[in-house]
């Protein structure tokens, strides 16, 4: 494989470049899907476009045997890259800050050494090159246009993600419960607006809107058992026009996060019993209205999938190079393929240089950037070289001969 990573790396790292410096946002992703086929096409794969959206479909088909998905996202994030990379967007507003572009890379490498490894293995991959991974609707919306009927259903699923705190060469993984329920909750606070100078002839929004802000935060600390793990953040409040005119409404945007369905719908029941509350305490003349706008389910990495993984990532990179990661509060979509009933794993891939990492802790170092930051910059070698070995060798795993 090694020999192979060093003949193909040249043209995919050139494929990453151009990747990263033509970013789609979600549900616009259309010429990094045709990109993406015409490499797949090229390798030889059966494709399918247009999938749920722009979604891409590839079959690498080597005989009898199980059916192996190998999933990648492609969507950008509406972010002004700040990197200073000679290969940076070129697309203003929108940025590759997700690592989407070394997911994609990745996919089409494995693509193109399985291909030629096929003594090794036998069965059928099913390259997936997502859509809309960033709104949280690519993966229903391909299961919805027939994914796992007008093609093989899987019996394993794969996907990596970049992780920006971890150093290139390490793999990260995490049993169970890997990725967070997350809820896009819009709530919106009814009042009796008027003049500033006489607040005593209005019912204030902003008012009610203030104590339920702060009576949200006794979600968790106060209403879930102490092991129980969640979050409830309000990240945007909009009310009023002027200095004097107290508004008729204001709304709320918040983002809850969770680990099982029963403590998401407990908190979404808890966020709607306080708003109401409270706001019949003022006098509202009408209760507040709270909606779910974008719901991703948490991802859960099947247990004797990830050990199985894990064995065959420590004999390839090495036992220290393989580390057990925390659950996370991030979301993302692939859990669907999982809820399908199709084992999933979702592992790491570190992609920043072990020297970026010791500098950013040495005394006034500067912080890594996070993953979405305009300043996150993935270290695309060996970052894309173990990916790529990562997904390859947890393929050969599932389908050796």
């Given at each position: 494989m090694e020999a192979l990573l060093k003949t193909e790396y040249p043209g995919l790292e050139n494929l990453y470049r151009h990747l990263h410096s033509h970013p789609e946002l979600s549900l616009k992703d259309e010429q990094t899907a045709v990109h993406v086929a015409r490499e797949l096409e090229g390798i030889g794969l059966k494709v399918t476009r247009q999938v749920g959206g722009y979604g891409v479909v590839g079959l690498l088909e080597n005989g009898k045997g199980a059916t192996v998905m190998v999933r990648a996202d492609m969507d950008g994030l509406p972010v002004t890259e700040a990197t200073g990379l000679p290969y940076a967007s070129k697309t203003p507003g929108v940025a590759h800050a997700c690592g989407h572009d070394i997911h994609m890379t990745c996919l089409i490498g494995a693509a193109r050494i399985l291909s030629h490894l096929k003594k090794e293995w036998k069965g059928t991959v099913l390259f997936i090159a997502q859509p809309a991974e960033e709104k949280g609707q690519g993966a229903q919306a391909m299961l919805e246009d027939g994914l796992f009927t007008r093609f093989p259903k899987p019996d394993y699923a794969l996907a990596l993600h970049v992780?920006?705190?971890?150093?290139?060469?390490?793999?990260?993984?995490?049993?169970?419960?890997?990725?967070?329920?997350?809820?896009?909750?819009?709530?919106?606070?009814?009042?009796?607006?008027?003049?500033?100078?006489?607040?005593?002839?209005?019912v204030d929004p902003i008012v009610i809107a203030s104590e339920i802000v702060a009576g949200l935060q006794t979600i968790v600390s106060r209403e879930l058992k102490?092991?129980?793990?969640?979050?409830?953040?309000?990240?945007?409040?909009?009310?009023?026009?002027?200095?004097?005119?107290?508004?008729?409404?204001?709304?709320?945007?918040?983002?809850?996060?969770?680990?099982?369905?029963?403590?998401?719908?407990?908190?979404?029941?808890?966020?709607?019993?306080?708003?109401?509350?409270?706001?019949?305490?003022?006098?509202?003349?009408?209760?507040?209205?709270?909606?779910?706008?974008?719901?991703?389910?948490?991802?859960?990495?099947?247990?004797?999938?990830?050990s199985r993984l894990v064995s065959v990532f420590q004999k390839s990179f090495g036992k220290d190079q393989v580390a057990e990661k925390d659950p996370e509060?991030?979301?993302?979509?692939?859990?669907?393929?999982?809820?399908?009933?199709?084992?999933a794993c979702m592992f790491r891939i570190g992609s920043v240089s072990p020297e970026r990492i010791a500098a950013s802790k040495e005394p006034g170092g500067r912080p890594l950037p996070s993953l979405h930051s305009s300043e996150y910059a993935p270290d695309p070698e060996p970052a894309l070289t173990h990916g790529i070995q990562a997904l390859v060798t947890g393929v050969l795993e599932l389908l050796r001969q």
């Amino acid at each position: 494989m090694e020999a192979l990573l060093k003949t193909e790396y040249p043209g995919l790292e050139n494929l990453y470049r151009h990747l990263h410096s033509h970013p789609e946002l979600s549900l616009k992703d259309e010429q990094t899907a045709v990109h993406v086929a015409r490499e797949l096409e090229g390798i030889g794969l059966k494709v399918t476009r247009q999938v749920g959206g722009y979604g891409v479909v590839g079959l690498l088909e080597n005989g009898k045997g199980a059916t192996v998905m190998v999933r990648a996202d492609m969507d950008g994030l509406p972010v002004t890259e700040a990197t200073g990379l000679p290969y940076a967007s070129k697309t203003p507003g929108v940025a590759h800050a997700c690592g989407h572009d070394i997911h994609m890379t990745c996919l089409i490498g494995a693509a193109r050494i399985l291909s030629h490894l096929k003594k090794e293995w036998k069965g059928t991959v099913l390259f997936i090159a997502q859509p809309a991974e960033e709104k949280g609707q690519g993966a229903q919306a391909m299961l919805e246009d027939g994914l796992f009927t007008r093609f093989p259903k899987p019996d394993y699923a794969l996907a990596l993600h970049v992780d920006s705190q971890l150093p290139t060469g390490k793999i990260g993984y995490r049993s169970g419960p890997a990725f967070a329920n997350v809820d896009s909750v819009d709530l919106v606070i009814f009042g009796r607006g008027g003049h500033g100078a006489y607040p005593h002839l209005v019912v204030d929004p902003i008012v009610i809107a203030s104590e339920i802000v702060a009576g949200l935060q006794t979600i968790v600390s106060r209403e879930l058992k102490a092991y129980e793990t969640a979050v409830v953040s309000v990240g945007s409040i909009h009310g009023g026009t002027k200095h004097n005119i107290i508004p008729d409404q204001v709304k709320l945007e918040l983002t809850v996060r969770s680990y099982t369905d029963e403590l998401r719908n407990q908190i979404l029941g808890a966020i709607k019993r306080i708003s109401v509350g409270i706001a019949r305490a003022h006098g509202a003349p009408r209760d507040p209205e709270l909606g779910v706008v974008e719901s991703i389910p948490s991802t859960y990495n099947d247990p004797v999938l990830v050990s199985r993984l894990v064995s065959v990532f420590q004999k390839s990179f090495g036992k220290d190079q393989v580390a057990e990661k925390d659950p996370e509060m991030g979301g993302e979509d692939f859990g669907l393929y999982g809820r399908s009933g199709i084992p999933a794993c979702m592992f790491r891939i570190g992609s920043v240089s072990p020297e970026r990492i010791a500098a950013s802790k040495e005394p006034g170092g500067r912080p890594l950037p996070s993953l979405h930051s305009s300043e996150y910059a993935p270290d695309p070698e060996p970052a894309l070289t173990h990916g790529i070995q990562a997904l390859v060798t947890g393929v050969l795993e599932l389908l050796r001969q």
